[in-house]
């Protein structure tokens, strides 16, 4: 994977090839954010875990 993951991968977890076709799609938080940026791939694959276990 490209993203550096500090934790165990999950077999929801989105692929290389997968992530290159979702990507363009999910835009890049604004500069105005006061958060810490969080990777996009991160949230994608939360999601996917989410809908996999209910």
């Given amino acids: 994977m490209t993203d550096q993951l500090t934790r165990k991968p999950y ?4 692929t290389d090839a997968q992530w ?12 105005w954010s006061p958060r ?3 990777s996009r791939r991160e ?3 939360g999601i996917f875990y989410l809908l996999r276990t209910g």
């Fill in 11 to 14: 077999p929801s977890d989105v």
């Fill in 20 to 31: 290159a076709i979702l990507a363009p799609f999910i835009p890049e938080p604004g500069a």
């Fill in 36 to 38: 810490k940026p969080i």
């Fill in 43 to 45: 949230i994608v694959n």
